[in-house]
């Protein structure tokens, strides 16, 4: 179950809402709830779930009164070690045993058949943030099985993230939970997330798909730009759009969760995209592996093994396959060109100039990230710069650029930039406010400037489109 389904917004959503707030106890109706929502697409899984937050609940118990000892630590290891075992059976081991097989063919180890549980990149990140802050003493040990069950198990954060930290949402998880605030702006959230998700990345999805489809031989240099800049605006409004649906759910119900995105796709630096997009991940990485690491203070051999590191990780953790890992480090080599000398050069350059280097370079990074392997991915760029494979649009292209198709083209290409927040200052809107504590939480000016028809008619027509089409993926439920 997606957010963007008819059963969740009709059916699910309605009902649980319904009893949580009707409900004397709604830390037991969410946890319920979140229970529900994932044995709804998950079933059996739910008991791997289940240990593991016993685990980690028992263990953090442990570790907060021997933080500093050698006992402490060597309970802390363990742990991560047993969160971070589960995830690399469920994802990695696959991948590891086809990896071994192609390098040594001779002695070919079987490969294990399971299905990925939903969400768990997310949840095993939440669990080693929370045992870590507590080891650390940022973060007071949760002493409520329940409490923090429902830390873990709160399905608008659950199969996609954002990665929440505890700490995040400590105070609203200790809360009268009988007050919900920012209800209004739960719902507004929402149907920006919905409509971010069905009208422009459900509406690019076919033109990718399309492009990225096709034989490498036949493909030709326009149609290769137009599938991987779909791709660019599909993986954005998807998986952005999945997260505002989740920061509206988590308004609904009294908790704010931190912003994911802001406006990558106006970065001037790939250094600065990484501050914008998934910054929930990017945040973790830098806070539990770069920074650790020795971050950037021991010297610059150094500082680019640990951006080495961290964009390997980074890559894996999106997907168990070759293309993933170079999408991570094809990254991650733009970030040491830029810290060691060509930030400066990018400087002095207009600001077009560096904003038209990072979307060229992170569109050609999600050819990596989209394309079935790592030749295909090869052969899909080299399609992209051959003059010999310039030629006009193709029947079968053609039908695909439709009113819809393209006016989706048109509104993700300029809504990816911050356009709507740029015209709401300029109009001096009275209701147009910021939230936040230095840019960590919400910019919430486009969201409560939006008028309530347009909002109206725009869940209207994501419900029709719904509706009417079978076509409704969401790409980080691969992850």
């Not at 363990?78 to 696959?94: H, M, S, T």
């Not at 700490?167 to 007050?179: S, W």
């Not at 051999?301 to 170079?326: D, S």
Request: proline share 5%.
């Amino acid at each position: 179950m997606v957010f963007s389904s008819i059963i969740f917004i009709f059916y699910f959503l309605p009902v649980f809402l319904l009893g949580y707030y009707v409900s004397g106890w709604r830390a037991g109706v969410l946890l319920a709830g979140s229970a529900a929502f994932y044995v709804w697409g998950e079933g059996a899984y739910i008991l791997l779930l289940a240990a593991l937050i016993a685990l980690n609940f028992g263990a953090s118990l442990l570790i907060a009164r021997r933080s500093r000892s050698p006992a402490g630590l060597a309970i802390l290891a363990a742990l991560i070690a047993a969160d971070f075992g589960v995830l690399g059976y469920f994802k990695y081991a696959a991948f590891l045993a086809e990896t071994f097989n192609d390098l040594a063919p001779g002695a070919p180890i079987s490969s294990p058949a399971h299905a990925l549980p939903l969400g768990i990149s997310f949840f095993t990140f939440q669990l080693v943030s929370y045992v870590v802050d507590v080891q650390r003493g940022s973060v007071e040990v949760e002493r409520n099985p329940l409490r923090f069950a429902t830390y873990i198990l709160m399905f608008p954060h659950l199969i996609a993230g954002p990665i929440v930290r505890y700490a995040d949402i400590r105070d609203e998880m200790h809360a009268d939970r009988r007050r919900t605030g920012h209800v209004g702006l739960g719902v507004q959230y929402f149907i920006v997330g919905l409509s971010q998700k069905i009208l422009v990345a459900n509406a690019v999805a076919p033109l990718a798909d399309h492009a990225f489809g096709l034989p490498i031989s036949t493909l030709d240099s326009g149609t290769a730009w137009l599938g991987a800049w779909a791709y660019t605006l599909q993986i954005y409004f998807d998986f952005c759009g999945y997260s505002n649906m989740a920061i509206g759910l988590a308004f609904l119900l009294g908790f704010t969760f931190p912003k994911n995105f802001d406006y990558p796709y106006a970065a001037q630096s790939i250094t600065e995209f990484w501050r914008r997009w998934h910054i929930s991940l990017s945040s973790w990485f830098r806070d539990y592996v770069y920074i650790p690491l020795g971050g950037n203070r021991l010297g610059g051999l150094k500082t680019a093994r640990n951006l080495l590191i961290v964009f390997f990780l980074t890559g894996l953790w999106h997907g168990a396959a070759w293309q993933f890992i170079v999408w991570g480090l094809f990254h991650g080599a733009f970030l040491m060109l830029e810290r060691y000398g060509f930030a400066g050069v990018l400087a002095a350059w207009p600001v077009l100039g560096r904003r038209a280097y990072t979307l060229c370079v992170v569109a050609v990074g999600w050819v990596f990230f989209r394309a079935e392997s790592l030749p295909s991915a090869l052969g899909y760029l080299k399609a992209m710069i051959s003059p010999d494979r310039i030629g006009v649009i193709k029947p079968d292209l053609a039908v695909l650029l439709h009113a819809q198709s393209l006016g989706a083209l048109a509104a993700g290409s300029l809504f990816a930039f911050p356009l709507a927040p740029w015209v709401l200052a300029r109009l001096r809107a009275p209701w147009a406010t910021r939230e936040g504590d230095g840019g960590t939480r919400l910019d919430t000016v486009a969201v409560r400037a939006a008028p309530a028809p347009l909002l109206l008619a725009s869940f209207v027509l994501c419900i029709a489109l719904l509706v009417s089409s079978t076509l409704n993926p969401f790409l980080y439920f691969r992850f």
